[in-house]
């Protein structure tokens, strides 16, 4: 867990009635890579057609050029791309694709969120959690 998500985790732990506000504000350039790492990078690309290799050509760039957009509310989500997965029944399944760019982002606010919600769990609380999460209490 990056240092910034050890202090919102104790921050969180600590005061229960701790209110935590624009988790854009939160998200720095660590958290941004830290998120690059955790995502899936030989999933399909977005709209947008950018891969996770292409991503990695300018990694520090493309970070920053996030962060930036992120810090001065100028970020916008991309539209998904929508595909049709056939299932066994000879029936599809539709499935939205987000852009690589968005899927970053998305992972570093769940972050975010895990660290703050992971103090109200119990301990022998494993639904919906993350074996690394219910490892670390």
Do not use: C
């Not at 790492?37 to 947008?48: C, E, F, V």
């Not at 991503?55 to 962060?67: G, I, P, S, V």
């Not at 100028?74 to 539209?79: D, H, V």
């Not at 694709?97 to 769940?110: E, M, Y």
Request: glycine share 6%; no cysteine.
């Amino acid at each position: 867990m990056q240092t910034s998500l050890w202090g919102i985790a104790r921050k969180a732990k600590q005061d229960d009635k701790y209110k935590f506000g624009n988790l854009y504000g939160m998200i720095d350039k660590e958290a941004l890579y830290i998120a690059w790492k955790d995502i899936k990078k030989n999933s399909a690309s977005g709209i947008d057609k950018e891969t996770a290799e292409e991503f990695r050509k300018n990694l520090d760039e493309n970070l920053e050029t996030m962060l930036t957009e992120l810090k001065s509310k100028k970020y916008k989500a991309r539209l998904i791309k929508r595909v049709n997965i056939p299932k066994g029944d000879g029936k599809t399944r539709p499935l939205g694709l987000p852009v690589l760019r968005d899927k970053i982002i998305q992972r570093a606010a769940a972050n975010i969120l895990e660290a703050i919600y992971e103090q109200d769990f119990l301990k022998s609380s494993y639904g919906y959690r993350s074996k690394q999460e219910h490892k670390r209490q």
